[in-house]
């Protein structure tokens, strides 16, 4: 008789001391799941939700001899999983697990009912961190020495403590709360704290900071690229009553027309207003610190693990990893150099002032960006802090390097007919060693895997030249440029 049948008890109750309480979790899972507990066999309860039926019985020791091996891949999706506000959650990741143990390849079966919900939780877990990375607005309290941020905001899930630490790395300098009805995480400089649920009563009303995020908007606001619907998904509207500067999207986005003939001129000299709160430094780790040691049978796979990516040290300083962007049949895919400051901090490529240049370019050349895949050589923002701002500094020959394990993976999985080296870094990257990139500039290289690169220049480099005409001729042969591009791409 195995140890399992020698316990009897039909149900059993594993009470978790908090709604992301992920350590009780693993240690209850452990315990039930070595002693062949099924999952029908158990009630999963977490925070003050607990069922008052339960008995105070312990759950079981870990049975001795019996090993667990569970695949480092489902303790990073059920980490994940754990900040969801479903409650069967705990549950169904117990019953995963339990599988697991005679099913070693479930996590590739994505047909699989468990799976797929592990999957959707995710999914749903990683966008309202993303979400809440892109739309917590800090509002300023008190005066002086006193003076302290709050922000309220209405998470869909229990992520606050999940998404804290990306928070105290992007404002360490500040005292702050973020207040949200899921729990509060407080930073006072120093130490972070994770708190229970606020209400909206709680959090302070506008004041001046709701001006800087207006202006910021406006700033980074983008009429070439507009796509409203898009933009809707990106932002819906249920974020929109605790955001300031969704007022202002009615008119921006009724003055696109006009705004985008004078875009290019106005945005790159525009110092974006959040720098004032940007940190110099930024130490802490990552809260996944999950590398990829083969490659992702995906792109988006690809994509997710090069979000924990620790190949070089440029993570550290950086406040996300940016990926590339656009559909994957992609015919053509451009390679930038690295993301710049705002492209960190939105996490997308080409969005700043160089991303402007390119996208006008590529507008007057006929080349649709949305059906082109844009990345980057490099995919972190590397940096030197200059007072509050934070100045470009080029990748070196080893971090592009490190990073080509994620290139050549795009390129694996888009598989285009082209690429374009926006400059030398993204040349180095995609030709694996340096070229002079003025002289061959225009010149098609076939390398060994039949992959066509087209050189030209980095769109920064017209942005860096003084003499107005000289950089509306540089400007011009930069549309030539693209325009060859858009010859190869149809030929
Ligand atoms: N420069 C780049 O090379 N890439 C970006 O994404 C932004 C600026």
């Known amino acids: ?176 709360a973020i207040l949200t009805p899921k729990g509060t995480a407080e930073w006072d400089g120093e130490n972070l704290t994770i708190g229970p649920p606020a209400s909206k009563a709680d959090a302070p009303a506008a004041d001046a900071t709701e001006d800087l995020w207006r202006t910021y908007f406006t700033n980074i606001f983008n009429p070439a690229r507009l796509k409203v619907k898009a933009m809707q998904a990106e932002m819906p509207k249920k974020y929109w009553k605790n955001l300031p500067e969704a007022a202002l999207i009615p008119d921006l986005i009724k003055g696109a027309d006009r705004a985008a003939r004078d875009m290019i001129e106005r945005m790159p000299t525009m110092p974006a207003p959040h720098h004032a709160k940007v940190q110099e430094k930024y130490w802490s780790a990552k809260e996944t610190p999950t590398d990829a040691e083969a490659p992702a049978h995906s792109l988006d796979e690809a994509r997710r693990q090069a979000e924990g990516c620790r190949r070089c040290p440029l993570w550290r300083d950086a406040t996300q990893t940016v990926f590339g962007e656009g559909p994957q049949d992609a015919r053509i895919v451009f390679v930038g150099e690295q993301p710049g400051d705002q492209e960190d901090i939105a996490g997308k490529p080409f969005v700043g002032p160089a991303g402007k240049v390119f996208d006008g370019v590529l507008d007057e050349a006929g080349v649709d960006r949305r059906i082109t895949y844009v990345t980057n050589a490099v995919k972190h923002f590397k940096f030197e802090p200059r007072g509050k701002r934070r100045i470009h500094s080029k990748p070196n020959a080893g971090e592009v390097q490190a990073c080509r394990w994620w290139v050549e993976q795009e390129l694996g999985f888009i598989k285009p007919d082209l690429a374009v080296a926006l400059g030398a870094t993204a040349a180095l990257s995609l030709l694996g060693k340096a070229i002079p990139v003025t002289k061959m500039r225009g010149e098609v290289v076939t390398r060994d895997d039949g992959l066509r690169v087209f050189i030209t220049i980095h769109p920064s480099f017209i942005l860096r030249i003084r003499e107005r005409a000289d950089a509306e001729a540089e400007r011009e042969r930069f549309v030539a440029d693209m325009v060859a591009v858009r010859k190869l791409m149809v030929g």
């Open 1 to 176: 008789m195995s140890q399992a049948r020698a316990l009897d008890h039909s149900r059993w109750t594993a009470s978790l001391s908090a709604q992301t309480d992920f350590s009780g979790w693993r240690d209850a899972a452990r315990r039930l799941a070595t002693n062949e507990i099924a999952p029908d066999d158990i009630v999963w309860s977490a925070g003050e939700s607990e069922d008052l039926f339960a008995a105070d019985t312990p759950l079981p020791d870990v049975a001795p001899g019996v090993t667990l091996n569970v695949p480092r891949e489902f303790i990073d999706r059920a980490e994940a999983v754990i900040c969801h506000s479903d409650p069967t959650r705990f549950a169904l990741l117990y019953r995963i697990l339990f599988r697991l143990r005679t099913e070693p390849n479930l996590l590739k079966i994505a047909s699989d009912p468990d799976v797929m919900k592990l999957y959707e939780m995710e999914k749903s877990v990683r966008r309202d961190i993303h979400k809440m990375r892109a739309f917590v607005r800090f509002v300023e309290v008190g005066e002086g020495k006193d003076k302290r941020y709050a922000a309220w905001f209405e998470p869909d899930h229990f992520i606050v403590e999940r998404n804290a630490p990306f928070f105290v790395r992007r404002f360490t300098g500040m005292a702050w």
